[in-house]
């Protein structure tokens, strides 16, 4: 059974910082690239960031540019989201998920989700 779950989300002030960790299982992680998108209350989705699978290609939205990192792990599963500088703007769910292809082609099949972790930014 594929499963991607995402942990890391909380409360945080703004210029803070978060890692959100997105674990994979049921699958074999090193043969997809893996997206992080967002989806704020009244907003439509928005992807983020997107890592191929030996990591030699990482693509960002301008929103989080220069803020937000991300990397992966293929030993352990995992694929991490390193979000700092953070803004009120920033406040979405954000998600997981898995290419059907080893770079970041964008397609993604509707089992290769994650639930999402919240993040709020707020003093």
């Known amino acids: 059974q594929v499963q991607l779950v995402e942990s890391g989300g909380g409360l945080v002030q703004p210029g803070g910082s978060l890692r959100l960790s997105c674990a994979a299982s049921?699958?074999?992680?090193?043969?997809?690239?893996i997206h992080w998108l967002r989806q704020a209350p009244g907003k439509e989705r928005e992807r983020i960031s997107c890592?191929?699978?030996?990591?030699?290609?990482?693509v960002y939205a301008d929103s989080v540019k220069g803020r937000f990192t991300i990397s992966r792990d293929n030993a352990k599963n995992t694929v991490y989201l390193q979000m700092n500088s953070l803004k009120p703007e920033d406040t979405a769910d954000y998600y997981c998920?898995?290419?059907?292809?080893?770079?970041?082609?964008?397609?993604?099949?509707?089992?290769?989700w994650g639930q999402g972790t919240q993040v709020t930014v707020s003093s």
């Open positions: 998920a898995a290419d059907t292809y080893y770079y970041c082609s964008g397609y993604i099949p509707p089992d290769y």
């Open positions: 049921g699958f074999t992680l090193d043969v997809r690239a």
């Open positions: 890592i191929s699978t030996s990591s030699e290609i990482t």
